[in-house]
């Protein structure tokens, strides 16, 4: 949202107090300012559980990949390996689809339709300003007859002008009163709605972890060699590519 008053001659009587204006500006402010992080906080949403699907779909492929690769044909403890991973992606990509399901209803969408309320807003505050407007207008009409000779027609003017004032500057304070005593309620009210979203949030990531947890405990507990550490394989795999090096195929010129 975005507030740009018009520029018109301003009469000489002051029709919104300075502090009523600040007070208003300064909630205004804080409403663009909330409007602007949630369709942040939407986009990146998103884009997270974009990103999270991704991930989950790219480990299925590659563990479909391995199991495919022709060494499985030839060694049985590598199918059985990889068979292990491939059967644990497919596990994993289906918990992080029911988790992303559960973010969408439980965060996203309700992130998408709470922005969907500040354009009515920032309406209801144009409505406000176009009153002000029409309302300083009428005043200096008011006043240019008030400071004329009070001849006949000039009093049958002036009563006129001032009778077309009055609803004007009803309308306006009106307006103004809503949007002072709604925006503050308004802008409190994030709290409460958006707690449960954020709730849900860590419950389902909460949720999909310790999934994952038991997932590849199980996949470690069924692949792993011997019980070897890190170090170990990093230094059984260096000696195995030293001997691949050894070989006059790959040796250097």
């Known amino acids: 949202m975005s507030w740009i008053p018009f520029k018109i001659g301003q009469p000489r009587k002051q029709i919104v107090s300075k502090t009523v204006e600040r007070d208003f500006e300064r909630e205004y402010e804080k409403l663009q300012k909330l409007e602007e992080q949630t369709k942040k906080l939407h986009k990146d949403m998103k884009k997270s559980t974009e990103a999270d699907l991704a991930m989950s779909k790219a480990a299925v492929k590659i563990s479909g990949d391995l199991l495919s690769n022709p060494l499985c044909e030839q060694d049985q403890a590598f199918l059985e390996s990889m068979t292990s991973l491939d059967?644990?992606?497919?596990?994993?990509?289906?918990?992080?689809?029911?988790?992303?399901?559960?973010?969408?209803?439980?965060?996203?969408?309700?992130?998408?339709?709470?922005?969907s309320v500040f354009p009515s807003l920032n309406m209801a505050v144009k409505r406000r300003e176009q009153a002000?407007?029409?309302?300083?207008?009428?005043?200096?009409?008011?006043?240019?007859?008030?400071?004329?000779?009070?001849?006949?027609?000039?009093?049958?003017?002036?009563?006129?002008?001032?009778?077309?004032?009055?609803?004007?500057?009803e309308d306006f304070e009106a307006k103004n009163k809503q949007l002072l005593d709604e925006m503050p309620k308004?802008?409190?009210?994030?709290?409460?709605?958006?707690?449960?979203?954020?709730?849900?949030?860590?419950?389902?990531?909460?949720?999909?972890?310790?999934?994952?947890?038991?997932?590849?405990?199980?996949?470690?507990?069924?692949?792993?060699?011997?019980?070897?550490?890190?170090?170990?394989?990093?230094?059984?795999?260096?000696?195995?590519?030293?001997?691949?090096?050894?070989l006059s195929i790959v040796a250097d010129d």
């Open 87 to 115: 059967t644990a992606m497919k596990r994993m990509d289906a918990f992080n689809q029911e988790k992303v399901n559960q973010i969408q209803k439980t965060v996203i969408d309700p992130l998408k339709k709470y922005s």
């Open 132 to 169: 002000l407007q029409d309302y300083k207008r009428l005043q200096s009409k008011v006043e240019k007859y008030e400071e004329k000779e009070k001849t006949g027609p000039i009093m049958v003017k002036l009563h006129q002008a001032r009778e077309e004032l009055k609803p004007v500057r």
């Open 186 to 246: 308004f802008y409190n009210s994030r709290i409460d709605y958006f707690q449960p979203s954020f709730e849900a949030l860590i419950r389902a990531q909460v949720a999909y972890f310790t999934e994952m947890h038991k997932i590849f405990t199980e996949l470690t507990d069924q692949i792993d060699q011997g019980g070897l550490t890190d170090e170990q394989r990093k230094q059984e795999n260096e000696a195995k590519l030293n001997e691949l090096r050894a």
